[in-house]
């Protein structure tokens, strides 16, 4: 077997072109979910970061956060129905306000990472009635963020580290807001 047939296994498992693009290029798939533990890191050797938002982010990134924020209001206004944009705006949130550094687009595992902590980005919408989440086992981070949106748009966000989430089941990891 070569180095390259993960290559191979990447095409018949579905990935994109592009994703198998990168990991050409890196020479292993990035896209595989990895323990960390496996690889040489403790869990009690991963930093700290501080969550301060004073971190310069890049200005138009909030300026569009901000308008798509605005945006979301006023359709909810005029049709009394919400965008389904939900995760996406908990996304730009965890970037602004905490300085989630976010992986490429259709990066499985985890939505970004947080000085050596990898990142899972889960969002309550004010449409859902239970304030929980769950977020697939096998999935590569070690910290989720729960970003919550309530109905008039203010945005909070809670980490909750892996160890702590509750298990839903063979496939699921399960994470209330009110608890923590």
Not at 23 to 42: S, T, W
Not at 54 to 71: A, G, K, T, Y
Not at 129 to 144: D, W
Request: proline content about 4%; overall charge negative; charged content about 30%.
């Amino acid at each position: 077997m070569s180095d390259w047939d993960f290559l191979h296994d990447m095409h018949n498992e579905g990935y994109s072109p592009d994703q198998i693009a990168d990991a050409a290029a890196c020479g292993y798939n990035p896209y595989d979910p990895f323990n960390l533990v496996d690889i040489g890191y403790d869990p009690d050797e991963w930093e700290e970061v501080d969550h301060d938002q004073d971190d310069e982010c890049d200005p138009e990134l909030v300026m569009v956060f901000e308008n798509l924020v605005h945006n979301a209001k006023q359709f909810h206004s005029i049709t009394n129905r919400y965008l389904q944009i939900w995760g996406e705006l908990g996304e730009l949130f965890a970037e602004i306000a905490y300085g989630i550094q976010r992986h490429k687009p259709h990066t499985k595992g985890s939505d970004g990472r947080l000085g050596n902590d990898f990142i899972e980005i889960k969002t309550i919408s004010p449409e859902k009635k239970a304030e929980e989440v769950r977020v697939k086992r096998g999935g590569n981070f070690n910290k989720l963020l729960i970003v919550k949106i309530d109905e008039n748009f203010a945005f909070e966000g809670k980490f909750i580290a892996r160890k702590d989430l509750s298990k839903a089941g063979s496939a699921h990891l399960r994470a209330s807001w009110s608890k923590k």
